[in-house]
């Protein structure tokens, strides 16, 4: 499965952005999936993540304010985010993991090249 991020760009404070991952692979639906991002001199941390069957898991500091989502049939995950904030920009991360409920990068198999998302204040 390899994953490919999209929908990175320049907003304001306050604004939204949908970022997209879009996967080859047969057996998309049957992994878990992941958002990271890594901020300028930061260490890569998680966001969200979401189960084969649409459970969801959020960092505390995105929660009520971010969406995740995957649409089976089309191989793609979303990551709506809404209301934010300029400590959200960071580049951001598509990965892959056999199970859900992973918060840790090792426990994710495959990564995107990552899509930078910038919020000005």
């Known amino acids: 499965v390899h994953p490919v991020e999209s929908g990175g760009g320049l907003v304001q404070a306050g604004g939204s952005l949908r970022l997209t991952c879009a996967a080859s692979g047969r057996t998309f639906s049957t992994y878990a999936w992941g958002w990271f991002r890594q901020a300028p001199g930061k260490e890569r941390e998680f966001v969200a993540a979401?189960?084969?069957?649409?459970?969801?898991d959020y960092a505390d500091s995105v929660k009520g304010r971010f969406t995740i989502s995957r649409d089976n049939a089309k191989n793609t995950v979303y990551l709506q985010m809404d209301s934010l904030k300029p400590e959200d920009t960071a580049v951001y991360y598509c990965?892959?993991?056999?199970?859900?409920?992973?918060?840790?990068?090792?426990?994710?198999?495959?990564w995107g090249q990552g899509t930078q998302v910038t919020v000005s204040s």
């Open positions: 979401i189960s084969w069957g649409s459970n969801t």
């Open positions: 990965a892959v993991a056999p199970v859900f409920g992973r918060r840790r990068e090792y426990e994710y198999n495959e």
